[in-house]
C-alpha cells in the first residue's frame, strides 16, 4: 500500500486481479502525511484460545497468558506516547504470537524465534532517538506473517559481506540476476473487462476460437458466454493483466501466424487464446493485497523488501524462472512479469547493522493495444529502480550476515511490489469461461503448433 512512514505505532490487526492505465487519481489516493499520528489506534481484538498438543498444553497456556497481558501493557503505553518502550513492547508481541504458532504447529522448540527477536532487540537499543529507525524493525504483526510465510517456505535471507561495498556509489561488485535463459516474457494487449475486444468483431480471437473447433465437427460457445459475461461498468483499471502476465512467463512468444483448420490466427490472436487459456488460474500469493483499509495506511510496507529480494533470489536467481509482481501498492493491482534484476549493496554509513540496496529490475509492460509488433525491450520494458533497507544480525552464520528485517525508502516507500505470485502449473483447468474449459486440451493442442508450449 501507499505508506509514506509514519513516527507512530499500531497495534496488531488479527485478521481479482486487474489492471489499467495509472492516472492521478490512483497515484495519490493513498498517500499520507509523513508526520501524522494515529488518533484512534485499532484494537488488538480477541485471540482466540491456543490449541496444542498434549505435550504443549502448559506452554501454550503460558504463551496465551503472556500474549493477553503485553497486550494490556502496549495498550497503556499508546496513550503515553512512549514511543522507544512502545516498539519494544511491539518486538515482544510478536515475538510471543511466534512462539505460540510454533506451539500450534506441534514444534516446542523455539530457539530460532528467541535468537532472532535477540538481534532485533540489539537493532532497537543501537538506533535509540531515531523513531523511524526503531519503528523500521518493530513490524505490524500481518507484517511478520508475511515475511515468515516466504522464509518458512524457501528458507531465510543471507548476505555475504563479501558482496557488499563501503561507498553506495560503488558498482564493483554489483550482481544481476535473470531468468532470460529460460525465455524473455512477451508483451500483449491487457483486455479490460468492460472491451469486448476479445469477442465483438468478426475477426476477434475467440470468434476465431469457436470456428476452429466447428471446423472439428464440434460446437464452441465461447463468444455467447462472453457477451453475456463481460462488465461493461467495470472499472477502468480492470482487466486481464493477470492472466496476460501468467500467459507470458508460462508459454514462448509466437513468432508468426498459424493457419490450422482453415482458420488463420494472428500472432496477438494466439496471444490473447494464451491469456484466456491462463484466465482464473490459482498463483501462489505473497503478500497481501491492499484494500484501501484506512486502519493501516501508513502503516504497513508490505511486501517487505527483505522477502521480495528472497523471492528474487531464489527464482529468478537460482531457479531460473520469471516471477510476478503487483508493481504498484495501491488498492489497483498492476501485475507485470518480472525477469530480470541488477542489484548493489553497501554499508549503511548512518545506521547499524544495516545494509543499503539499490535494485533496477526489468519487467514486461502491458500494451495499450492489439498488435503483432513482437517484443522489444526497447519498447516493452518498464524498469523501476527500488532503494531499501536490510537489517542483519551481527552473529555470522556460516560466514553470513543473516537479514532479520528491511524497510523500503525514499521513492520506493510509496513504489513498491505488493505482492508477488508464483506462476502456478503450466496446465490451467480453472478458466471462467466454461467453453474454454471445456475444450482445454484442444487449445493447449493449438497453442503447441504455434509453437508456445515450453518444453
Known sequence: ??????????????????????????ENRDRVDPNASVSNPADVGQLNPAVCKAELQAQCADIQSRIEAKQEEIKSLVESGNLPVLYAAQLDLNELLEIRDSYQKGNGDVSAITQRY????DILASNAGRPQAMAAVAYHQDEVTAVREVFND?????????????????????ITWSAQESGTPWAAYWYPKRGRDLFD???????????WIENQG?????????????????????????????????????KQSLVSN??????????????????????????????????????IQDLRPEAFHRLMEEYVGKRKQSIIVDEDPGVEV????????????????????????????????????????????????????YEYRLY????????????????????????????????????????????????????????????????
Open 118 to 121: 535477540a538481534a532485533l532487540r
Open 1 to 26: 500500500m501507499h505508506c509514506c512512514q509514519k513516527l507512530v505505532f499500531m497495534l496488531p490487526l488479527l485478521t481479482s486481479f486487474a489492471c489499467g492505465d495509472r492516472g492521478k487519481e490512483t
Open 262 to 299: 482453415d482458420v488463420e490466427f494472428t500472432t496477438s490472436d494466439l496471444k490473447a487464446l494464451a491469456i484466456k487459456y491462463y484466465e482464473g488460474s490459482k498463483p501462489k500469493i505473497y503478500g497481501r493485497r491492499y484494500q484501501g483499509l484506512a486502519a493501516t495506511d501508513g502503516l
Open 392 to 455: 542483519y544480525d551481527a552473529k555470522l552464520v556460516d560466514g553470513r550476515w543473516r537479514i532479520i528485517a528491511g524497510e523500503w525508502l525514499n521513492s520506493s516507500l510509496n513504489y513498491h511490489p505488493d505482492m508477488v505470485y508464483l506462476p502456478p502449473e503450466r496446465e490451467n483447468q480453472q478458466q471462467p469461461n466454461p467453453e474454454i474449459r471445456k475444450y482445454n486440451a484442444e487449445i493447449r493442442k493449438l497453442l503447441d503448433q504455434a509453437g508456445m508450449l515450453k518444453p
Open 154 to 174: 524457501i528458507g531465510e535471507l543471507y548476505i555475504d559481506p563479501a558482496t557488499v561495498v563501503d561507498d553506495p556509489h560503488d558498482k564493483s561488485k554489483s
Open 201 to 211: 468483431a468478426d475477426n476477434a480471437p475467440l470468434r476465431k476460437l469457436d470456428r
Open 334 to 385: 498492476w501485475s507485470k512479469p518480472i525477469f530480470r534484476m541488477a542489484f548493489s549493496i553497501s554499508k549503511d554509513p548512518t545506521v547499524p547493522q544495516a545494509l543499503l540496496v539499490k535494485a533496477y529490475p526489468w519487467m514486461i509492460r502491458q500494451r495499450a493495444a492489439v498488435d503483432d509488433v513482437p517484443t522489444s525491450l526497447t519498447k516493452d520494458l518498464a524498469a523501476p529502480a
Open 218 to 254: 464440434l460446437q464452441s460457445f465461447s463468444v455467447s458466454w462472453e457477451q453475456n459475461h463481460f462488465d461493461a461498468n467495470a472499472a477502468e483499471w480492470e482487466g486481464l493483466c493477470d492472466a496476460w502476465s501468467i500467459a507470458a512467463v508460462s508459454t514462448l512468444e509466437p
